[in-house]
Every structure is written in structure tokens, then in C-alpha cells.
């Protein structure tokens, strides 16, 4: 609170959860000049430690002018064009020069709402705006004390009948504020120019001024008609040296006054509460209660252009806020899919290597399976002849020998023997034919002859292995004709000399 006489603050810490008075500071600047106040303002929120303070501001009654009148409307937007016609009815300034506030406590009579005025010197708002803003203080919001007072104590006091008045009396060092409130907020006020630092000197003269003070203010709301007097009072600030003061309010009305101490209702650090104790004589009130009706109050002092502005503000901040998160979630989108594009890149490096390695492997075994099946080969075409071998050994009967035995590079066999027969012979070819190891098994000659004094047939024999491949066909047929004419005439030799040897 800042006035022409008294510079007051609260500092309050966790403000958003629990709220806790951290520091308290009063301080009497009569006579200073405003650049002098600044300085002292910027003295005091470097001793608290702010940083970028914001400062919720309460004008005090005695600075405004508060009336209360009946507005034939209940629509919100008609009360508030009808007051401001009515507003400069009731002050000497033209309706440049002031602004008004307004609260609106109920309806009366058919289609009427009460209303308390406020009106205060456009020139003491800004002058505490440019004070402010100087010492790097933020206004944020301009509140009316006694609403700030009343909605405190709505939501602080004991009370059993809400929509009953209640007085409440608040003495500071300089003044006293007298109000009445009624459904939470206030409904009449009046500022009585005397305080503790009056009271606080025990002069008889003094107290029946105050008392015929809180006497006027309760008639001059009688004489309103604006709602029934309170049933009773509180008393908000009274420290151990003016208990009295309860006694002598309640005796001289005959009024009921209740202490009900507005440091008691809140949660104060000890430096603050060191400085409720020192200073008893200041009430601190004005400067704690506004917190508490910050979203609740209907009056806020704050000159339009300013609050346009800083409605542009706060845009233009949540339009950079939204900039920056849009911008964040853009990086974060592009980080996803640079993280997946090097996810799959990665993926596919790896499995180009793997498949490479598969293909180098691959080759490999088909390299190993080539030679496999070459040697194989080679190993068979080896192994072959000495199998037919074998089969042609066992092939050959034991009356039969040979002569002589052939094989050449394309797997021909030539073979020629003796037989004690000739059907021998012609067994042989049979079973030459029959074997698996054999094939185009020809006779290329059979004689007949004597050998040591015994008829033998001479053969020579043609044939190939299975594995070689088959040769010219005509000499193959060539050699068979030859074959079988040879026969044929050794046959007849023999079936002569035959006759021959029975003639003799």
C-alpha cells in the first residue's frame, strides 16, 4: 500500500500452494519525493531477494469515494452502463480524471440492484504505477482495501449467519477503517482519521473523538437504509497495551465487539512475526488480505490500456510459449524420424552385411561342393575300372583264360582268351552283357584251333564301361558283322576237319 504518509509491504512466499507472509515492512514517507520512494522500494526488494517482483496494489478508503446507490437493473452490462452515466454526479472531476469500481451485492425491490461506488483520482493510480514500474515492481492488479477486508474475514472468521452484517473495525497508525460487509464483501465503508499513534497517548479528549467517530459512521449507514446494523463487530488489530480498547468501543455503543486478530488466521515467518510485535501500532491488513481475494474481488483499478496491454503481453508470451513448444515437438518429431531412418539404415547395413557374409559363405560352400563333386567324380571314374575289373574276374569261367586284356582313355575293353568251347565263349558274352559294370559287349573273332594236343576256340572280345560314353555306331556294327562271319566259317573248318579225322 502506498499513500502520501505510509509506505507498506507484504512479501509473501509459495503463494501458489501455501501462503506464508515472509516479510512485512512499514515505513512513514511523509515528505519524501516520489524518486526517493523509489529508491526506498528498490531497497526493499533487494533486502527481500526478489527477482522481477509483481506487486498487487490496495488503495485505501480515505483516498477514494464510495457511494452507495440503486441501479433499476439486473442485467450486468446495463448496471454497468448506467454507472458509468452516474459516475461523475458524484465528484467534482470530470469523468477523465477518476475511475470508478463498483460492487454489486444484491438485488432490492423488484428489478433493482444495490451497488457501492467507488471512485478515486486517476492521478494517485498512476502516480503508484510510475513509482512502481521505476523501481522494477510490476503491477498487476489495483484492489479496494475494505473489499480486500471483508473478503478476507469471509474466508478467515467464525461467522454462523453470512448473510447477517458484520462491522469490522480496523485501527492502523494514521486512521481507522471502519466497514460493514455483508454476503462476503463490503457494502459501506468510512475512513475515521484517527489511529494508534493518537490513541496510543491515553487522552481522554482522543478516545470520545474515536468513539463519536464509530458512532457517526454507524448512523451515516443507518441513515443509508442500505441494509440492518451489524449484531456485532470485530476488532482486527489490538495488541496487548490496548485490550481496552475492546472494552471501551463495546460499553460506549453498547455494541458487541469481538477481537478476532487477522495474524492469527495466517502462517507468518518469524522475521514477519518479529515485526507484528515491534510494530503494534501498524496494522498490516490492508496489505495481506488482498491475496486472499485476488480472483474473487469485483473492483480492479488497473487502468484499461494498461490491462490491454498486458493482456497483449501475456499473449504475445503464450504465442512465443506455443512457438517454442510447436518448434520443440518439431525437433522431437524430426529426432523420431532421424532415429528411425537411422534405425533401418543401421538395419540395413546390418543385414547387407550379414547377407554378404551369407553370400560369401554360399560361395564358399558351393566352391567346397564343386570340388567335392569333382574329386568325387574323379575318384569314381578312378575307382571304376578297378571294379569292372573285379566283376570281369569274377565274370570269366575257370575253363577260360585270357591272353591278354585292354582299356583305353575312353573306357573301350579288348580282351581275347582260350576256351575249351565255344559255347563257353558265347556264355561269356551273355554274362558280360548282363553285368552292370558293361555294355555294347562285341565278338570281334572266334577260331578254333588245337592247342598241346586238345581243340580250344580262340576269342577276342570288345566292350565298354558303363561310365564311358558310347562311341561310332558303324564300326561298332562293322565289327559285329566281322565277328559273326568269322564264326561261321571257323565252324565249317572245323566240321571238315572233323570229317577228315573219322575218314582216316
Known amino acids: 500500500m502506498l ?25 512513514d514517507i511523509k515528505g519524501l519525493s516520489d524518486e526517493d520512494i523509489t529508491l526506498k522500494v528498490k531497497e526493499i526488494t533487494q533486502r527481500f531477494s526478489l527477482r522481477n517482483p509483481e506487486a498487487i496494489c490496495v488503495l485505501p478508503s480515505n483516498v477514494t469515494t464510495t457511494k452507495n446507490i440503486e441501479i433499476p437493473s439486473l442485467d450486468a452490462k446495463e448496471i454497468e452502463s448506467i454507472i458509468e452515466l452516474q459516475a461523475g454526479r458524484h465528484t467534482p472531476y470530470s469523468r477523465d480524471e477518476i475511475s470508478i469500481g463498483y460492487i454489486n451485492f444484491g438485488v432490492y425491490q423488484k428489478n433493482y440492484s444495490k451497488v457501492l461506488l ?12 510510475d513509482i512502481l514500474q521505476s523501481a522494477g515492481v510490476r503491477v498487476t492488479k489495483i484492489l479496494f482495501g475494505p473489499e480486500a477486508r471483508a473478503g478476507f474475514y469471509a474466508q478467515t472468521a467464525d461467522v454462523e449467519n453470512k448473510d447477517a452484517p458484520i462491522g469490522i473495525i480496523d485501527v492502523d497508525y494514521l486512521s481507522t477503517d471502519f466497514t460493514i460487509m455483508i454476503r462476503d464483501t463490503v457494502v459501506a465503508c468510512r475512513n475515521i482519521p484517527i489511529g494508534m499513534n493518537l490513541l496510543a497517548g491515553g ?41 481496552e480498547l475492546q472494552l471501551i468501543i463495546s460499553k460506549s455503543l453498547s455494541i458487541i465487539v469481538k477481537t478476532n486478530r487477522y495474524f492469527d488466521k495466517i502462517k507468518l515467518s518469524e522475521v514477519a512475526r518479529q515485526v507484528i510485535r515491534s510494530r503494534g501500532d501498524v496494522t498490516f491488513l490492508d496489505v495481506i488480505a488482498p491475496l486472499f481475494v485476488l480472483k474473487a474481488s469485483q473492483i480492479n483499478f488497473l487502468p484499461e490500456e494498461i490491462q490491454v496491454q498486458r493482456s497483449l503481453e501475456e499473449q504475445s508470451k503464450e504465442g512465443i510459449k506455443f512457438g517454442i513448444l510447436v518448434l520443440i515437438l518439431l525437433i522431437i518429431i524430426g529426432l523420431i524420424v532421424m532415429s528411425k531412418m537411422s534405425f533401418k539404415s543401421a538395419l540395413l547395413d546390418k543385414m547387407k552385411k550379414e547377407y554378404d557374409q551369407a553370400q560369401k559363405d554360399a560361395r564358399r560352400l558351393e566352391e567346397v561342393s564343386t570340388k567335392t563333386r569333382i574329386i568325387k567324380a574323379y575318384l569314381s571314374s578312378r575307382l571304376m575300372p578297378l571294379e569292372a575289373v573285379r566283376e570281369l574276374y569274377e565274370i570269366i569261367p575257370q575253363d577260360v583264360y585270357l591272353n591278354s586284356f585292354s582299356l583305353d582313355e575312353n573306357g573301350k575293353v ?14 561269356l558274352v551273355g554274362s558280360l552283357e548282363n553285368s552292370k559294370f558293361f555294355k555294347s559287349v562285341k565278338t570281334k573273332s572266334t577260331t578254333a584251333k588245337k592247342e598241346r594236343g586238345k581243340d580250344v576256340a580262340a576269342f577276342e572280345l570288345n566292350f565298354k564301361l558303363e561310365s564311358a560314353e558310347d562311341g561310332n555306331e558303324e564300326e561298332d556294327a562293322s565289327a559285329e558283322e566281322g565277328s559273326k562271319e568269322k564264326p561261321k566259317e571257323e565252324a565249317e573248318k572245323t566240321a571238315e576237319a572233323s570229317v577228315d579225322e573219322e575218314a582216316k
Not at 118 to 129: E, L
Not at 228 to 240: D, G, H, Q, R, V
Open 3 to 27: 499513500t502520501d504518509e505510509l509506505l507498506k509491504i507484504a512479501h509473501f512466499r509459495n503463494a501458489s500452494s501455501n501462503l506464508e507472509v515472509a516479510n512485512l515492512y512499514f515505513q
Open 414 to 427: 579288348t580282351i581275347d582268351g582260350i576256351s575249351d568251347s565255344m559255347s563257353q565263349v558265347f556264355a
Open 203 to 243: 487522552e481522554a479528549a482522543v478516545g470520545e473523538r474515536f468513539i463519536a467517530e464509530l458512532k457517526q459512521s454507524i448512523e451515516s449507514y443507518q441513515s443509508e437504509d442500505i441494509e440492518k446494523l451489524p449484531s456485532e463487530y470485530i476488532l482486527s488489530n489490538t495488541c496487548e497495551s490496548h485490550e
Open 118 to 129: 467507488v471512485i478515486v483520482n486517476r492521478k494517485i493510480i498512476m502516480r503508484q504505477i
